[in-house]
Nanobody
């Protein structure tokens, strides 16, 4: 049974930073493609960032490129999303997801991911 548990969300002022964590159990992140999605109130869940199972490739949504960084710590079996220069429009529930495929391309659709965390709220005040 694969479980993903997000943490690190909270309230931050515009321009601030947060680091989200996604602790995995039941599967090693070292050989798993991982992604972060977000869902703002009343909107669809959208892709934010992802990395391939090898860790060799990353991909970011245009809206966060240059501000967010996805990374993983294999020893801690944890994936991170470092978020800098936060904007009010980054306010959303952020979800971690795992993709069992061995694709060399970062998956960007919800249907590509097999496992999901429960989400963590990020609120950016202006």
């Amino acid at each position: 049974q694969v479980q993903l548990v997000e943490s690190g969300g909270g309230l931050v002022q515009a321009g601030g930073s947060l680091r989200l964590s996604c602790a995995a159990s039941g599967r090693a992140v070292s050989n798993t493609a991982m992604g972060w999605f977000r869902q703002a109130l009343g909107k669809e869940r959208v892709f934010v960032a992802g990395l391939t199972w090898s860790g060799g490739s990353t991909y970011y949504a245009d809206s966060v490129k240059g501000r967010f960084t996805i990374s993983r710590d294999n020893a801690k079996n944890t994936v991170y999303l470092q978020m800098n220069s936060l904007k009010p429009e980054d306010t959303a529930v952020y979800y971690c997801a795992a993709d069992r495929s061995r694709s060399t391309v970062v998956a960007r659709t919800i249907g590509s991911y097999d496992y999901w965390g429960q989400g963590t709220q990020v609120t950016v005040s202006s």
